[in-house]
């Protein structure tokens, strides 16, 4: 396995610390440009899907519009990046990669009807999409029923498996318990009020966190509040958390609500220097909305930050940047959203064929070395091995990084 390069690099809005986890092993990742022509298209596509001698169509599934658009246009922007880097170094099996977008428009039910398009009349061979929770809940049994394939970028709770997704994100047991697990013991936390945004991803992240709070960690939780998405008033909610006191404020605020909750924290006098606030779902893509003034010194829990320092990461921020302006940020799903591309392509060839069984069956053992986030390696259950980071936000760039080299294995179903 590689060491990350200590390359010291100046990006912005994010400061980090490493603190834990998922140590891997490493290979995979490869701009070189392939002339050769690819095998014939009867020989990797036996089960119709749209593909042809020249080209392979795939699907993009987020939510431009609406609440959760501040957080999931970023996933599009990585994941056409990466198929414009895909193609420009030789497609796959010789085939260029065209995509169809379609907008689940932050509504649960349009994004089963848009995913039920791309496998049905559009026969995509993939789909990079979703962010929420319920967003994936919504789309599965379309994904199972009609034996699609789908690149899934969020963080989530976990306690999920299926064939038909491979999960770039992380689950409960690399976030949550680990990043819990550093509050405690660099803050001695012992008291809890955890907040969320009002579905399936924050209830059950809660319900774990809670939990690990009371069972290994013995603290208590002083309160548990959620909000729906697309609230845009706190002030109830933060009169709620002064009362209570807790050594710890665990956020998992989803979407464009997250501008109004950072600013009437700091409008509250709830601010970094003075409380700890741990979140496990504000990143760069939503900061970038809120401002750094309202989230200076709170902590975010992540796979990844754009202030990583290694020569992988480098190279994709200078490219995402000269893509998308030098302003552009680049969050947690963000990153994880730029692997789906990769890891598909990387099973793909190992399948020889487009056809989603065979790319199933090739995508475990499937490793990227040259990841942003550093080395990746897809888990039988479908999830990836990866470490997690503490960020602390800060007005400029600045890192330092504390490593533990404590291995715990991800969530299988």
């Not at 390359?7 to 002339?35: D, K, P, Q, W």
């Not at 475990?364 to 999830?383: F, M, T």
């Amino acid at each position: 396995m590689s060491t990350e390069s200590q390359h010291r690099t100046r990006h912005t809005r994010i400061s980090i610390f490493i603190i834990a986890s998922f140590l891997c092993i490493g290979s995979l990742l490869t701009f070189a440009r392939v002339e050769a022509a690819g095998p014939p298209t009867a020989q990797v596509n036996t089960t119709g899907l749209a593909v042809t001698d020249t080209t392979v169509t795939v699907g993009d599934l987020h939510s431009a519009t609406g609440t959760m658009a501040i957080s999931e246009i970023g996933s599009i922007q990585a994941e056409l990046l990466a198929i414009d880097q895909i193609n420009a170094a030789g497609g796959i099996l010789g085939r260029k990669i065209e995509v169809i977008k379609e907008d689940g428009a932050s509504d649960w039910p349009n994004f089963a009807e848009k995913a039920r398009k791309l496998l049905v009349k559009d026969k995509v061979a993939a789909v990079f999409g979703c962010w929420t929770s319920a967003s994936r809940k919504a789309v599965l049994p379309v994904f199972e029923k009609e034996n699609g394939l789908l690149y899934y970028p969020t963080f989530y709770e976990g306690l999920e498996q299926s064939k038909n997704v491979i999960y770039t994100g992380q689950e409960a047991t690399q976030q949550i318990i680990a990043g819990l697990d550093w509050v405690t013991k660099t803050k001695g936390a012992k008291t809890f009020f955890l907040i969320g945004s009002d579905y399936i991803w924050p209830r059950t992240s809660n319900k774990i966190a809670r939990k690990h709070i009371e069972n290994v960690l013995h603290g208590k939780v002083v309160g548990e509040e959620y909000y729906p998405l697309g609230t845009t008033n706190f002030r109830s909610l933060i009169n709620k958390a002064k009362l209570a006191k807790p050594d710890v404020i665990y956020s998992i605020v989803v979407g464009g609500s997250n501008v109004s909750w950072f600013k009437q924290l700091k409008a509250a006098d709830i601010t970094g220097d003075k409380w700890t606030l741990l979140t496990i779902s504000t990143t760069e893509d939503e900061v970038k909305g809120i401002g750094g003034e309202s989230v200076l010194n709170f902590y975010s829990a992540m796979k990844y930050f754009q202030t990583l320092k290694n020569p992988n990461n480098e190279k994709f921020v200078a490219a995402f940047k000269a893509k998308y302006g030098a302003d552009s940020v680049i969050g947690d799903v963000t990153q994880a959203a730029y692997l789906g591309p990769w890891l598909w392509k990387a099973a793909v060839e190992k399948a020889g064929s487009f056809d989603v069984d065979k790319v199933v069956a090739a995508s475990p053992g499937i490793e990227l070395s040259s990841a942003p986030e550093g080395y990746v390696k897809v888990h039988a259950n479908h999830h990836l091995w990866s470490k997690l980071r503490i960020g602390r936000w800060r007005r400029r760039c600045c890192c330092e990084i504390y490593r533990y080299h404590r291995r715990r294995s991800v969530n299988h179903g």
